[in-house]
């Protein structure tokens, strides 16, 4: 009735300071970084990785979604499977799981 949404969202890989803490031959191992030194496309720039809070926050296409995940400014397409940097895994749907978390967290966070 407010107005006001709330989403989650996913930003992406952002190549950042954060990693400046992680050798640069570390970053190889790990897939990082091309043959050619630049970074693998999985990687988005600063700008690129703030764009999807951004779409949250001034969307007017999001009017009537709220509650969802967000990713590459776009509602997310759900579950995948195969693509581990994209959608989200079952278990983000699993009501019963759900129900399980909420009552543990109850317990976990009641006065005593």
């Not at 031959?25 to 050619?36: C, I, N, S, T, V």
Request: aromatic share 8%; glycine share 10%; with cysteine.
């Amino acid at each position: 009735s407010e107005g006001i949404h709330a989403y989650s969202l996913h930003p992406g890989g952002i190549m950042t300071n954060l990693q400046k803490d992680v050798s640069i031959e570390e970053q190889r191992a790990m897939g990082w970084f091309k043959e050619d030194g630049t970074t693998v496309d999985l990687f988005k720039n600063v700008e690129q990785g703030a764009s999807t809070s951004v779409y949250a926050a001034l969307a007017p296409d999001l009017d009537k979604h709220g509650g969802e995940y967000l990713e590459d400014c776009a509602i997310s397409q759900g579950v995948n499977s195969k693509e581990i940097y994209a959608g989200m895994g079952a278990h983000a749907i699993d009501m019963e799981a759900a129900e399980r978390l909420w009552k543990l967290s109850e317990k976990m966070v009641a006065p005593k």
